[in-house]
């Protein structure tokens, strides 16, 4: 682990944080505010570990902004981003309610005291259930109840889900952590707290580098192995370097399956979520990078 480099992508995710929370107001187009935090993380020095989500009440996660997006800041939004130096990443999420209401906002408060909780007693040898068992505790005095099929994860060097996962409730599971680098990140929600699969997100990931025909197709293809390796990213991205035109290259990508494309992730009763997210660096002592 590069200690220096994960830090330092942290405080830039902090930051960048600080520099987007009093720009997002009701009405705001998602379009800019993703495009806000990402050129913001380039100017700092850092590159963007993955698509920004900015993800509206039932929606949990991969909501972001297609190159022509229309849509306007409402509702519980979810803002989640993510810093890399190097492959090194900091993950980090909030919510915002731009509704003024009471349930948004004391779900907002569930999910940040649950990570406030969580934050608080993770270290080395922790159990990932009594993490999980920490969120599900704080989100019961909320009347809330989190998001089973969503977790926490840890990350390494370009592998933002690197294989162990922090879950939201007590799964039993009781693994128990290593020195490294984690995100933790609850949800909570009023609803039947899971979520299933919504439409497609334009956030993709490389999974073959095997060849493929048309040259669109193979522009794209070595752009993403060279530039985002194991990294997400998206269609607004692809874009903005190849023009319109590379929609049909990342079409053929994901049907010669060299991508997926990860689906939007929606609430199964359609009730509003909130999360609230930081990376936590566990080396000999405790770091939350991202606060
Ligand atoms: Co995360």
């Known amino acids: 682990m590069n200690k220096e480099k994960i830090i330092n992508a942290g405080k830039i995710a902090s930051q960048v944080r600080e520099y987007i929370k009093p720009q997002i107001k009701k009405g705001t187009p998602l379009l800019e505010i993703a495009e806000k935090i990402e050129n913001k993380i380039k100017e700092l020095g850092a590159e ?23 849509t306007l800041a409402s509702g519980l939004l979810k803002i ?3 810093v890399h130096i190097d492959g090194w990443i900091a993950d980090t999420a909030f919510s915002i309610d731009l509704e003024n209401n009471e349930l948004n906002k004391k ?18 040898n922790s159990s990932t259930s009594e993490i999980g068992k920490a969120i599900q505790k704080t989100f019961e005095s909320y009347e809330a109840s989190p998001i089973v099929n ?15 996962t922090i879950p939201n409730i007590d799964d039993k599971k009781n693994i128990l ?31 073959d580098d ?8 193979r522009e794209v293809l070595k752009l993403v192995i060279d530039k985002y390796k194991t990294l997400p990213f998206c269609s607004r991205w692809i874009v ?52």
């Open 48 to 70: 963007p570990a993955f698509p920004t989500n900015l993800s509206i009440n039932e929606i949990a996660a991969h909501y972001t902004p297609t190159h022509d997006d229309k």
């Open 210 to 217: 095997k060849n493929v025909r048309s040259p669109i197709a």
């Open 80 to 82: 989640d981003f993510g």
């Open 150 to 164: 969503l977790s926490g994860h840890s990350m390494q060097q370009r592998e933002l889900h690197a294989g162990i």
């Open 240 to 291: 903005k370097k190849f023009t319109t035109k590379a929609l049909f290259g990342l079409r053929q990508l994901e049907e010669n399956n060299n991508l997926h494309q990860f689906p939007q992730l929606v609430e199964t009763s359609g009730s509003n979520v909130s999360q609230s997210e930081h990376t936590v660096l566990i080396d000999d002592e405790k770091v939350v990078t991202t606060q």
């Open 177 to 207: 952590l290593e020195k490294g680098l984690y995100a933790i990140e609850p949800f909570a929600t009023f609803g039947n707290g899971k979520v299933k699969d919504g439409k497609p997100s334009g956030i993709y990931i490389l999974t």
């Open 107 to 124: 779900l907002i408060q569930a999910s940040e005291k649950a990570l406030e909780n969580a934050t608080k007693i993770i270290k080395e």
